[in-house]
Every structure is written in structure tokens, then in C-alpha cells.
């Protein structure tokens, strides 16, 4: 795999930078994301059979060199680590394929484990496909339950990060399949969702929640 970075001068955006893969890697550049100086990519199939690795560059002068490798703790349980990767300020979360999300903080030296989100308060299991951060809010998705899918929304209340809330929409409608996250807005993808009419089956649609603190 390989990563295209592209700078923008003002009027066009142009190729300023092709990633590749210093160290064995699989999947390489599946999920990427970028904030500041740092960009973040997951190769989920790499250190073994669906385990999975993040890679982190951090930009040097004018190109981006590799700062930190990141594998998870518990290889034996995490499949697909790196499926989905977003980072915001000094927080990476990287989603799994069956294991919900991992999240860490960078101290000044290296990126650290800070949390592992895998359950909902219900106990309804998080697969952690898609993640998205945005200061100290997470989203982690998606759970199937009676053809329901749900994602959960937890906050850092300045010690451990706690869920604070949960969306839910239909398994159908592939519901979760794309998250993203702003400071008071949260977007969720449901692309397998039918329109009006047979000429529009699985049309898909957007789901757009607003929130503030605490709600």
C-alpha cells in the first residue's frame, strides 16, 4: 500500500508527498487521517493474521517521516486494528474489525494507551469499524442489535473517558458505516438506505445530530 499527500497553494491541490511503508506492513493507507503535523494510517492486517498496526508521521521540514508505530496490547483478541483511524490534537483512536476502539494520547515522547472502548453501558458489544474524535468526544460504532445498529458517544471528563450517549439506526441502511465528528455536530452514513421509489433502493442518506455538553 501507499499514501498520497497533497498541499494546497491557494489555488490547486498538488501531490506533495507519496507515503510508503518503512517497516512489513499489510493493508497499509486502508484508513488514514491527518491534523497539524501528524497523519495517521492504519494497515490492519499487518503483525500477523487481521491484528493489525497504526502507523503516525509527523511532518519534518517539508515531508512527513515516520514518528511511531503503534500495535495493540492484546494481539490475541484484536482483529483488524487499524480498520479505521482518526486523530485530533494530541488523541488517536483507531477502530478494529470485532474489538471496539483503542484510544491514546501523546505525552510529549510517545503515544500512549489511554483507553479501550468495547463495550456500551448496556454491555452491547462495540465492533469499532468506524471511529471518529474531536477533542475529548468519540464516536465508536458500530453493534448489531435486532436489526438495530448502534454507536456510542463518550466524553473525557478530564480522567477516563465515559459514554455519554448512543445513536441508533437500522442494521439495514448499513447505518454507521461513515462517521464524522465536529464540535457540536455529529454525521453518520447510511448508504445502503432506500429512497422514494424502486429506482432509488439503497440510495442512501445522511444522518446529522446536533449536540452540547453533557446532551
Do not use: C
Not at 508527498?17 to 503535523?37: A, E, R
Amino acid at each position: 500500500g501507499k499514501v498520497y499527500v497533497f498541499v494546497n497553494d491557494g489555488i490547486t491541490w498538488n501531490e506533495e508527498q507519496i507515503i510508503l511503508p518503512t517497516l512489513d506492513s499489510t493493508l497499509f493507507g486502508n484508513s488514514v487521517d491527518i491534523d497539524g503535523d501528524f497523519v495517521v494510517i492504519g494497515a490492519p492486517g499487518t503483525s500477523g493474521v487481521d491484528t493489525g498496526a497504526v502507523y503516525i508521521y509527523q511532518r519534518i521540514g517539508n515531508d512527513f517521516a515516520l514518528q511511531s508505530r503503534i500495535v495493540p496490547g492484546d494481539l490475541d483478541l484484536t482483529g483488524g486494528f487499524g480498520f479505521d483511524v482518526a486523530i485530533s490534537g494530541q488523541n488517536i483512536i483507531v477502530g478494529t474489525t470485532d474489538h471496539g476502539a483503542y484510544l491514546y494520547s501523546f505525552n510529549d515522547a510517545a503515544w500512549v494507551q489511554e483507553a479501550m472502548l468495547i463495550y456500551l453501558i448496556d454491555g452491547s458489544p462495540l465492533s469499532g469499524k468506524m471511529v471518529a474524535i474531536n477533542g475529548h468526544t468519540a464516536l465508536v460504532g458500530r453493534t448489531s442489535i435486532d436489526g438495530v445498529n448502534e454507536i456510542g458517544l463518550f466524553g473525557y471528563d478530564g480522567s477516563s473517558w465515559n459514554q455519554e450517549y448512543y445513536l441508533q439506526g437500522l442494521t439495514t441502511d448499513n447505518y454507521g458505516a461513515s462517521l464524522a465528528l465536529s464540535e457540536t455536530r455529529v454525521v453518520v452514513g447510511s448508504p445502503e438506505s432506500a429512497g422514494s421509489g424502486n429506482d432509488f433502493y439503497h440510495s442512501g442518506h445522511i444522518n446529522t445530530y446536533s449536540y452540547t455538553d453533557g446532551g
